[in-house]
């Protein structure tokens, strides 16, 4: 079983797949998982080794055998009683990390379907094969593409609709620069997830700017969304404001704070690591 709670997962349109060709029973929530769950159990965490960054942490509290696959930079605070640990930060992503272990897993069938999947992450990850992909990515994406991958149905996967797209420009419209190569977004309204991780990619598209900076408000606290060519660090940077994620892709929320503070001490952050 995949545990996620449809509510706020980013991956309906992958998952709408799975239910049309039949096989979104797979899919169950927390409270369907957690009566499942037995000393026989086996929980596999994937692109995170953060406890307070998991989908649902109390199946992760409850299971007696744990196993972690990721890719980001390890954190202080980490699972430390994972009976495997395969953390590869030089590894595009997890995605990536999983298409090369099921090579070696006997009797391990992966369908078309699970195939796009996995190259759907890679293609999130490096950006369509621009960030981070090295020889280890274009074998893993050769290996999806035989076993069925069809690149332009992982692109469907992608696609937006016009009212998204009118949001993504009305947040990229307040953007401001920051030390003449950074973008910054302060929004004082809420905002949606996607539309916002979106909104700091395309920040990078234009002329100049190195790292982007999305910030919106979400109840009483702020999310943030960060994006990099690679040469800033914006994990680093974020994770002075408790968030995490990898060098060109980071996110993070910080709870009882408004947006003009979050902004106050994202700009102290970037002063910090720039001095450093």
Known sequence: YVVTQRSKTLARELIERYEEAGRGDIFIEPDEAMPLLTRRSLVIITDTHNPKMLEWNPLYENAQTVVVIDHHRKMVDYIDNAVIFYHEPYSSSASEMVAELVQYLSGCVVSRLDAEALLAGIMLDTRSFVMK????????????RRLGADTQDVQRMFQGDLNSMIARYAIIRQAEL????????????ECDRVTAAKAADELLTL???????????????????ARSL???????????????????????????????????????????????
């Open 133 to 144: 992909a090295g020889v280890r990515t274009f074998e893993a994406a050769a290996y999806l």
């Open 178 to 189: 920051y030390r003449d190569d950074i973008a910054v977004v302060a929004l004082d309204e």
């Open 207 to 225: 002329k100049g700017i190195r790292a982007s900076f999305v910030l919106y408000k979400k109840g009483d606290g702020v999310y943030m969304s």
């Open 230 to 276: 690679g040469e800033v660090n914006v994990q680093v940077i974020l994770e002075a404001l408790g968030g995490g994620g990898n060098s060109t892709t980071a996110g993070g929320q910080a709870d009882n704070i408004t947006v003009e503070e979050a902004k106050a001490r994202l700009l102290e952050a970037i002063d910090r690591y720039f001095e450093n």
